[in-house]
């Protein structure tokens, strides 16, 4: 599979959300289509429990006709190089210019939980990405490459991302960190990071809400390490992180004020945002995707 070979086509605008690996198949389904219809560009969707990626792409892919699929990503601890090439090989033959390959290298706890040992994750990506390139595959070839971009946050894997591959979807960020990748990429590598958003104008529930969702990434290690870089002290991010530290990764307020963080971070630097809505409830948040997509598409 020759990787680095076209950039993703996603739109301005896509949806990024937990719940599609959880809920049950027909309400995955409703919500793929009600989705397209909004005309959000792309679904986006993680893996570290729930629904294996490649078969949620899969589902995905077959209940909509115009909506990009990109895991956010598809864990590389999860199948082996070969399996990743096939599988982008066969979704990319079966859906045209529809589906995009997210990898990352996850985290020390969810690796560990698959009985791996999370080490050296730079290296691993790397050669990774050898093995992919380097993979036979037996099969019609796709009409159109199946581009593939890494989760990446740190300097040294955007760099990898903007030489190796298509582009970068960086996880759990402020509108800083997107102009410090663009910076670190250049400007032709695809960049879509995610932007986390509380439609809640009161200030003291939207933080609440805001922190429910942060805790449990402040903990871990990678996200930790990538705040400091850009330049917050450790005492902003216990507790589930200061007030500047939730205003700068959560969105929060009136539609408006929510589209005006999309636009910061397309003016930093961003190809394509993802937006997470984050709520009290495990549901497909389909009614405030619908009050945002009213503004910001």
Known sequence: MKINDTQPDLGRVG???WPLVTAPAGHVRTAARAIEEMGYGAVWFPESRGREAIALSAMLLAETSTLKVAPGIANIWARDPSAAAGAAMALGEAWPGRFVLGLGVSHAPAVAARGHLYSRPLTYMREYLDAMEQAAFVGPTPELAVPVILAALGPKMLQLA????????????????????RE????????????????????????????SHMRGYLLLDNYRRNLLRLGWPESDLDDGG????????????????????????????????SIQVIT???????????Q????IL
């Open 15 to 17: 949806v990024w959300t």
């Open 162 to 181: 903007a030489d190796r591959t298509d582009g970068a979807h960086p996880y759990f960020v402020p509108v800083a960190h997107t102009e410090f990748a």
């Open 184 to 211: 670190v990429m250049g400007p032709n590598a695809y960049l879509a990071p995610e932007q986390a958003v509380v439609l809640e104008d009161d200030p003291e529930r939207a933080r609440d809400l805001a922190r």
């Open 242 to 273: 200061s007030d500047a530290v939730v205003d700068a990764v959560v969105a929060w307020g009136s539609v408006e004020e929510i589209g005006d963080r999309i636009v910061a971070h397309h003016e930093a630097g961003a190809d394509h945002v």
């Open 280 to 290: 009290d409830s495990d549901e497909i948040p389909l009614a405030e995707l619908e």
């Open 292 to 295: 945002l997509a009213s503004h």
